[in-house]
Structures are given as C-alpha cells and as structure tokens.
C-alpha cells in the first residue's frame, strides 16, 4: 500500500522567504508524485507532477520539486514567496496501476507581510 | 472551459435524509473520481469508474452508492445520510487510468448533516 506523509499542519513564512514543504512517499512501485494547491473555498490545482525522466520538476506560479528516491521525499519549494501563495498543499502518489491517488494530509502555508 | 462542474455547492441535510451529488465534466475524460475532504484528514477516493459502465469502490465506499450515467457524468448517492458524512465533496475526472495521469477537480459540495 503506499502512503503519503506531511509533516506539521501549518508553515508560516515572510513574504519573500524560502517556502519549503515537505513530503515523504511510501510505495512498492516506482511511485508517480503530484502536488495540488487548494485556495480557499476551491477544487484543487496541479502545481507539478514527476512521472519519469528528469528529477527536478517545475511548475506553476515558480514552484518546483524534486524527486529524490533514496530520501522517498518530494518536497516542494519556491524561492520567494508571495502573499498570494497562501493555501492548502498537498501531496499526493499514485502507484503502477492506475490513476487513483492517494492524498497526505495538506499543510496550510500562511505568508506574513 | 468548464471542466469539473458539481451540483449542488451547498447543502444541509437532516439525519436519515437521501440525496444525488450530480457531476459533470466535458473533457471527454473516461475515468471519474468521488472524493471526501476532512480537516486534517486530506482527500480520500470514495468511489471511482474507470470507464463508462465500470464503477469501483474506492477508501471510504460505506454509506455511498454511484452511478456512472454516461462518459461525462458521475452522481454520488447517499441513501440514508449520518453525522459523519459531513464533508466536503469533490468529483474530478482524467483522461485516462494511468498512473502518471492528471487528476482535474471540481469546486467542491460543502455537505452538513444534522
């Protein structure tokens, strides 16, 4: 079975700051990674996923992640955060079967001024 | 674009009531998603259908029935409704079941039951 593990509930970071969020896998296959963002009030967004090939994944709004499989992390940064990078993260793998995923349990990011 | 569109976004419910979520996307996605949201709890797949006419249970089936009722729309059914089905509801969709596919959601159906 694979898991997903997020650590801490909520990251508080100044505007400009280093965002870091992190998330460790567990799963018998090689593992598909996602991250989603949710705003309040809204569905969820893809930010970046890591199917095969290059380790280091961008996506929208300058965040990025790599995949790092002797660590099973994929954790999240962006260099400088932006107040409207407050939301829900999450992370999520799917394993060699299908699409289904399977969600850790978000972090809320909270950017002061 | 659309995308995911769910109905109703909000809704009150009294203990034992019956109600549908509707869901519709126009992607011509094949595969479709129930999902339950929880405060600290992340998301968990309730019930899923691969392809039109196959629907499958998914974490979290107890108290739920589906209908796939064709390519674009998959309903989520609660028959008798309880406490603990208050949540946040969300169906989303992809292309396909593969594994590195990308999952698209819909804005929610915020549900209390009382």
């Known amino acids: 079975a694979q898991s997903v593990t997020q650590l801490g509930s909520h990251v508080s970071v100044s505007e400009g700051a280093l965002v870091l969020l992190r998330c460790n896998y567990s799963s018998s296959v090689p593992p598909y990674l996602f991250w989603y963002v949710q705003y309040p009030n809204q569905g969820l967004q893809l930010l970046l996923k890591y199917t095969t090939g290059a380790t280091l994944v961008k996506g929208i709004n300058g965040f990025e992640a790599e995949f790092k499989k002797s660590e099973t992390s994929f954790h999240l940064t962006k260099p400088s955060a932006h107040m409207s990078d407050a939301a829900e993260y999450f992370c999520?793998?799917?394993?060699?079967?299908?699409?289904?995923?399977?969600f850790g349990k978000g972090i809320t990011l909270s950017v002061r001024p | 674009n659309a995308g995911v569109t769910q109905t109703p976004k909000f809704q009150v419910l009294k203990t034992g009531q019956s109600m549908t979520l509707q869901c519709a996307q126009d992607?011509?996605?094949?595969?479709m998603y129930w999902y339950r949201q929880d405060p600290g709890m992340g998301l968990r797949l309730i019930y899923y259908s691969a392809s039109e006419g196959t629907t499958d249970k998914g974490e979290v089936p107890n108290g739920y029935n589906v209908s796939r009722l064709n390519k674009r729309e998959f309903s989520l059914r609660l028959e008798s409704a309880a406490p603990s089905q208050t949540s946040v509801y969300f169906c989303?969709?992809?292309?396909?079941?593969?594994?590195?596919?990308?999952?698209?959601f819909g804005e929610g159906s915020w549900l209390t039951v009382v």
């Open positions: 999520a793998v799917s394993d060699g079967a299908n699409s289904k995923l399977t």
């Open positions: 989303a969709s992809s292309e396909q079941t593969g594994p590195g596919n990308t999952i698209y």
């Open positions: 992607m011509n996605h094949n595969s």
